[in-house]
């Protein structure tokens, strides 16, 4: 069900690119968007991983320094089928994890210290199955294609009204109404855009949770994790920057309560908690 609520979302994002582009550019306007947004994104999507963990001050860390975690990687990573990824430490106290990397032979995932400090053995295999799922499922990938065709959707929104600023709103197009209208799509078109992409972030990571789950075979590691992780990441201050908290496991930062659900990249912990909760598990 996820699954379809994300392909849904982006077959959206699609259909309002396609007719943003051919009501205000055309073909040649819709199609220099989507090169655009496509160069832009495609360099965020082969270097993200390097940007991610250097923007977090991720640092490699041995076997010798994180046995326990090597411990659990290796043989969650064997039963997933999945390489090795490298592994980076954040020496901050706030707990927290993400994976990054294009694919899963270019797959890294770095953890707080916190995160290690704080969480037991099931708590640490569930964050870890958790991340290692969005390393399964492609989620870097996906989220590269949506911020692709939101990209585009924001560029011809700007472009559109900057040529609406310098070539006036006049003309018969204004008498029908129609420069009325089209400022309204520039205006709400690209606020669109970022609600669906937000929304594909927000399915991953429901599925990111099932997806672990399944892995472990149980959810009361994740479950425990989760709600460890909510309270240490309200009182422990983390500078992990907004660009790399997208891609946390919990969301660094804690906005107020109507703009964290709206515009927030991840679930309410609450909403994610109780589906886990709700979850079956067959074996």
């Not at 040529?163 to 029908?176: A, E, V």
């Not at 892995?215 to 790399?244: D, F, R, W």
């Amino acid at each position: 069900m996820k699954t379809l609520k994300t392909t849904f979302l982006l077959t959206a994002l699609t259909l309002l690119l396609l007719f943003l582009g051919a009501s205000f550019g055309g073909e040649r306007g819709m199609m220099l968007a989507l090169v655009v947004a496509v160069l832009m994104n495609g360099t965020a999507y082969f270097f993200s991983d390097k940007i991610a963990l250097a923007s977090s001050g991720a640092q490699p860390i041995s076997r010798e320094e994180a046995p326990r975690l090597y411990a659990v990687m290796e043989r969650l990573a064997a039963k997933a089928s999945l390489p090795m990824p490298k592994l980076y430490l954040i020496p901050q106290p706030a707990p927290n994890a993400f994976a990054t990397g294009r694919n899963p032979s270019h797959a890294s995932v770095a953890v707080t210290q916190g995160l290690l400090d704080l969480m037991n053995d099931d708590e640490l295999e569930g964050v870890i199955a958790h991340e290692l799922s969005h390393v399964r499922n492609y989620d870097i990938l996906t989220s590269s294609i949506a911020a692709t065709l939101a990209g585009a959707i924001m560029w011809i929104g700007r472009m559109g009204r900057f040529g609406m600023m310098f070539g006036g709103m006049g003309g018969r197009g204004d008498r029908r109404g129609g420069g009325i209208t089209a400022l309204l799509m520039l205006i709400l078109a690209p606020f669109a855009a970022l609600l669906l992409q937000l929304g594909i972030s927000r399915q991953r990571e429901y599925q990111a949770d099932a997806s672990g789950v399944k892995m472990i075979g149980q959810q009361y590691g994740l479950i425990s994790a989760l709600e460890k992780l909510g309270a240490y990441n309200q009182k422990i201050p983390s500078n992990i920057p907004p660009s790399t908290a997208a891609l946390c496991i919990v969301a660094p930062f804690a906005p107020g309560q109507f703009l964290s659900g709206l515009f927030s990249t991840h679930p309410p912990l609450a909403d994610r908690i109780a589906e886990l909760r709700n979850m079956t598990i067959t074996r």
